[in-house]
């Protein structure tokens, strides 16, 4: 997908089908990978054969499913991490949480920048705005740009991020969703951390969980 400007390749990987995201500016090819979450080799093939430079990676949070090729692509890349400081806990004992299910990864170098309400960072000419929503991590974020809004795991397409893991809270999630993702206009492109994409608009409508019918 190509629109002003603001390039966004979408993978799916790992075998949770984590929505691995390759954004990058147009103009000056210079890219943030949102949620290695494996493949690694995958995702740094990709950036190569679109002559994307990946400067970033961002976790919008410490989940196993979501981190697990940070190390592959900082490693070859250079890229400064960024997570939210509420999710460290679960970045460091991402491996362990993988254990549990039966996965193994690679676990994660230690993040560059910690992220909060309200930062912005740029890839090449686009900046990036920062919206922390709690609930189905401590530390769960939001990335905005160019109408493009990255969510992760807090808002899917008629559901939202399970919040019976560690540290989550249903009540925090619907608040953060409401306040933060449903100011945003109708016509928000929102590219969720598994399935398919949805609108803003459509899930203030519609979501059976946070929609304006509950």
Known sequence: MMTDRLVIHQLSVGPLQVNCFLVACQKTREAMVVDPGEEGLRILQ????????????????????????????IESTGAALMLHAADLPLLQNARNHAEVYGLKIVPSPAPDRLLEQGDTFEVGEHSFSVFHVPGH??????????GHLFVGDVLFAGSIGRTDLPGGDFDALVEGVRE?????????????????DTTIGHERRTNPFVGDGV
């Open 46 to 73: 990709l950036a190569k054969s679109e002559g994307l430079e990946i400067h970033k990676v961002v976790n919008t949070h410490g989940h196993f499913d979501h981190i697990g090729a940070n190390q592959q692509v």
């Open 137 to 146: 991590s401590p530390g769960g974020i939001c990335l905005l740009s160019a």
């Open 180 to 196: 933060h993702l449903f100011s945003l206009p109708d016509e928000t492109i929102v590219h969720p951390g598994h399935g398919p």
